[in-house]
Structures are given as structure tokens and as C-alpha cells.
């Protein structure tokens, strides 16, 4: 290439010709090239305004007319000759080069940080320079020493780009104690060319650091206990929480405690890595009482557990038929009772949704209600009591709602003739109505109709609906008064609802 003007010479890799590039041109662009052991000149310029920077110059030599520029405002070039330092951390060399390079590259390995545990030792290292090792020497391996208590080893690190960064870590098995670590980055002392390499690290000072670190025993220190929650129903399921912070570097095998009441119920044994903390949580169902509830020797936190409120019984039980119109419905609890914040929203209701108007009452563990005006005959009602309606004197309620159901007695609602008619005539049904539908119950055959000294008066019976028919078997005797039986059970509902009690009536005939 010769008298090439206003071209971009980028990204080549030019080793061991006799030039590496040689033009008369002007005003080229030479950039981020790699130009290395040319026999007679890496760059040999005759001609003027070429800009060159972000070049690897390396083991050559170099002819440059007035009017090149070396350098742009950001960067120059790496010159394997050059040996200026870097004081201001910059990544550029402090003072231009011999050809005039105002921001030569360099190199410049740094020990950054180095940690210490009893298991290894870990050294972060960083190239500082803006020159990028791996355009330098991109296989190359950069020897770094560690030296623990003495006891040196030797280390490699890659080829890095400026600003990057690469970890060793040496395995070590350190006791408690004070411990003199020291890192090297080795150099030459006259030519500060790195170990083995004719690369220049352009800052000494940070090729060397020393830690002297103390090594402290396993220390296990408990903190944060939390015991939640501090009171509720039996089983009442707490969890028990508590921090274990090592502040020793070494590793310990720590025994955890859960003491409840002062006796040991549960433990377990968890690691805790130097400088760590673990958090080791514990469960346990509780029952009745206040317990005390710890970890290990710490301060014990009372939780109080209460025996759930139950419903222990309903009377008239689940289901019952035929009950009394005025029949008193009692729910016994677990506990003592007082009103609880839906105590309001207790109800009865029949099973089509209608509420009935209650009385409620508590006494001791016991809720009473009783209806307004008695319970409609051969009616199924359902009671609820929701689970916030009563609740003990701690304030512990039922689990959830309880409900109960009972049908109500049938009853004789209309009689022809109607009770103590007199003047009846000797031919007259007798016309029973009930308030539902009837079937023959048990005591059908016990229906009777007897005169007041007790004669029993032959009759044919049959029931539609919810009527029953009674007839004389010929007719009824004149002047005379009747008595009529209708057994409890003598007639039922389909569901076997029956009535709460005989019927009975009486006529008188003509
Ligand atoms: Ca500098
Ligand atoms: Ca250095």
C-alpha cells in the first residue's frame, strides 16, 4: 500500500513482515491494528494527517512525518517500547511517548480485593491499563503468587481487556487465628515487565496486597425469636421461629431446642457457615392451658390455647317429628355461653324460608328458643345458629355454623261436629281435619267412639287428604253423649309426622 489517502486501515493483523504499513497517503484512518515484529518498521509514514490510535505497536520501529496525529481525544496507541507509568489511574500512560503519543495504552494488572475464610482464599485481579492484554498477547497466562502464612503458591490469570476482571480462589484449610495473607503480582524491579513477559505493567503499587486476617471460632448467637399465634383454639398449630447468626468465620453444627412447658419437644440440628445466619422455624400443635413456649435457654413466650366451643347436644335432636306446638328447643354447648356478635341473626325458619318469631334465651351453656304463638302444626322448621352468635368468656366461638332441624306435630284443625255440639243428627259423618295430608298411622285400628259409660260404638272409618271420616255402622244412638278417640298415632303425614298428643271429642245426639 502505497499513497493511499482517505482509506480506514481497521482490524489487521500484521506480524513479522519487513513493514507493517508503509504509505505516503494522507489523511488515513489506522486503527485498532496489530502490528508486531516488522523487520524493518511497524508504521512507516511519509506522508502527513493520518490519524493512528487504539493501535498494538509491538517490538518495532517507526517513522512518522509531521502533521500524523498519535492520539485522538480519547485514546492512543500501545507501544511495546513505551515506559512511562500511570499515576492518575487514567489507563494512559502519564507523559506522551517518544514518536509523541499524547494517551498511550498501557497495561496495568491490580490485586482488587482479596477474602480470606478458613476454607479459601480469594483474590480478584483487574486490568486497569487501556490496553487490551488479549491484542497483546491473547494466549497469554499471567503469574500471580499468593503467600499464606508463608506457604507460597503460584497462580495464572488470562489475557484480560482493560477493565475486566478475573477471581483465583486457592483452597486452604486455615484454624482460628491471626493469618498474614499476601498477593504479588510479580514484576521485574528495574524494567517492571510483568514475570516472564516483555509487557510492561505500567502501575506497581497495586501489584502487591496483604491481609492480615484473624480467623475467630465458631460464635452462635440467637436472636429474633417469634412465636405466632399467642393465643386461639385448640389444636392450636404454632410455629416457633428463631435467627442463629454465626459471628465466627467457621462453620458449626448447632443444636436447636423447642421447650415447651420447660420440657424438650422437638429439636434440630442445622448448620450455621461462618459470618451466616440461619433461621430455623419449629411447629407444634397445643392444647388446653397457657404454655410456655422457647427455644433453647431464651425467654419463653406464653401462648394460651382454649378448648373450641361445641355444640354438644340439640333437644328436640336433629330430625325429630311430632313435636309439641310450645315445645321448648334447647342447644347445649362445650362451655359456658354469652351472646355473641350474630347473636341477632339466629334463626328458625321453615323449610320454604319463612322466619318465625323466637324467643331466645342463655343460661349457663345453654340457648333456649321458643316460638311466638307456638309452632304451626306439620311444619319443618330449621334452626340456625351461626358460628359468631354465641361465644365463651374468652371470646372463643363455634368453628362453624350449626343448624338443626324438627317438624313440628300435625294437629286437629277443624272437627264436625265441632267439640260439645249436642242436637247432632244420628246419621252425621263425623269429619276430622287435619292440617296435612294423613295415611293410617300405628293406632288406626285405636280410632274409638264410645258413649260417656264407656260403650264402644261399632264405626267405619276412611281418610282423604287430610280429612278423616267416621260413620256409625247402622246409626248413633238418640240422646246420647259420644266420646270421640283419635290416638296420638293413629294417623301420620308420608314422612311419619304424627300429632303430639290424643284427640278427643265429644257430641251429643238428637
Ligand atoms: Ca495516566
Ligand atoms: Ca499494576
Redesign the pocket.
Known amino acids: 500500500m502505497n499513497g493511499a489517502a482517505f482509506n480506514s486501515i481497521i482490524d489487521n493483523n500484521m506480524t513479522d513482515n519487513n513493514f507493517g504499513i508503509y504509505n505516503y497517503g494522507v489523511n488515513n484512518t489506522i486503527t485498532a491494528n496489530r502490528i508486531a515484529n516488522s523487520i524493518c518498521s511497524n508504521i512507516y509514514l511519509t506522508g502527513s494527517d493520518n490519524s493512528i490510535y487504539g493501535n498494538y505497536l509491538i517490538n518495532g520501529l517507526y517513522s512518522f512525518v509531521a502533521g500524523n496525529r498519535l492520539n485522538n481525544t480519547e485514546i492512543g496507541n500501545y507501544w511495546s517500547y513505551y515506559s512511562g507509568n500511570d499515576t492518575n489511574g487514567d489507563g494512559l500512560g502519564d507523559v506522551p511517548t517518544t514518536h509523541g503519543d499524547q494517551r498511550p495504552l498501557i497495561v496495568?494488572?491490580?490485586v482488587i480485593d482479596a477474602t480470606v475464610t478458613p476454607t479459601n482464599i480469594q483474590v480478584i485481579l483487574r486490568n486497569?491499563g487501556r490496553a487490551n492484554l488479549t491484542r497483546i498477547d491473547p494466549t497469554g497466562q499471567f503469574m500471580v503468587k499468593i503467600n499464606c502464612d508463608g506457604n507460597e503458591t503460584v497462580h495464572y490469570i488470562n489475557a484480560l481487556n482493560y477493565g475486566e476482571t478475573q477471581t483465583i480462589t486457592r483452597p486452604v484449610g486455615l484454624g482460628p487465628g491471626i493469618h498474614v495473607v499476601n498477593i504479588t503480582?510479580p514484576y521485574n524491579g528495574t524494567t517492571q515487565l510483568l514475570e516472564d513477559k516483555n509487557i510492561r505493567?505500567a502501575?506497581?503499587s497495586?501489584?502487591n496486597r496483604t491481609v492480615n486476617r484473624e480467623l475467630i471460632p465458631a460464635t452462635i448467637n440467637y436472636g429474633n425469636p417469634t412465636v405466632t399465634p399467642l393465643n386461639g383454639t385448640e389444636p392450636l398449630n404454632v410455629t416457633v421461629t428463631v435467627e442463629i447468626t454465626n459471628i465466627g468465620d467457621f462453620s458449626k453444627d448447632e443444636i436447636v431446642l423447642l421447650v415447651v412447658d420447660g420440657a424438650i419437644v422437638d429439636q434440630k440440628t442445622v448448620e450455621v457457615a461462618g459470618q451466616s445466619t440461619v433461621t430455623v422455624t419449629f411447629s407444634i400443635p397445643l392444647h388446653n392451658g397457657t404454655h410456655s413456649v422457647t427455644v433453647n435457654n431464651m425467654t419463653p413466650v406464653n401462648v394460651t390455647v382454649f378448648k373450641p366451643l361445641r355444640v354438644l347436644s340439640v333437644d328436640p335432636a336433629n330430625g325429630t317429628l311430632s313435636v309439641s306446638p310450645t315445645r321448648k328447643i334447647a342447644i347445649t354447648f362445650s362451655e359456658n355461653i354469652l351472646n355473641g356478635t350474630a347473636y341477632d341473626k339466629i334463626t328458625v325458619k321453615t323449610s320454604s324460608g319463612v322466619s318465625k318469631k323466637i324467643y331466645k334465651t342463655i343460661t349457663g351453656n345453654r340457648l333456649y328458643i321458643t316460638p311466638v304463638g307456638g309452632w304451626s302444626p306439620g311444619v319443618r322448621y330449621i334452626i340456625t345458629v351461626p358460628r359468631n352468635s354465641v361465644k365463651t368468656v374468652n371470646g372463643v366461638t363455634l368453628t362453624s355454623d350449626f343448624s338443626s332441624s324438627f317438624t313440628s306435630a300435625i294437629a286437629v284443625t277443624y272437627i264436625d261436629p265441632k267439640y260439645g255440639a249436642t242436637r247432632v243428627s244420628r246419621t252425621k259423618t263425623i269429619i276430622i281435619t287435619f292440617s296435612n295430608s294423613i295415611l293410617a298411622g300405628p293406632a288406626y285400628s285405636k280410632i274409638t267412639v264410645k258413649t260417656s259409660t264407656g260403650r264402644l260404638k261399632s264405626i267405619s272409618k276412611r281418610i282423604i287428604g287430610n280429612r278423616l271420616y267416621i260413620k256409625p255402622v247402622g246409626s248413633w244412638r238418640a240422646r246420647t253423649k259420644y266420646i270421640v278417640t283419635v290416638p296420638r298415632t293413629a294417623v301420620k303425614t308420608s314422612t311419619g309426622n304424627m300429632m303430639a298428643a290424643d284427640f278427643k271429642s265429644v257430641f251429643t245426639t238428637i
Do not use: E, K, S, T
Request: charged fraction near 20%; include cysteine; proline fraction near 0%.
Open positions: 496495568d494488572l491490580a486497569n503480582i505493567d502501575c506497581i497495586n501489584n
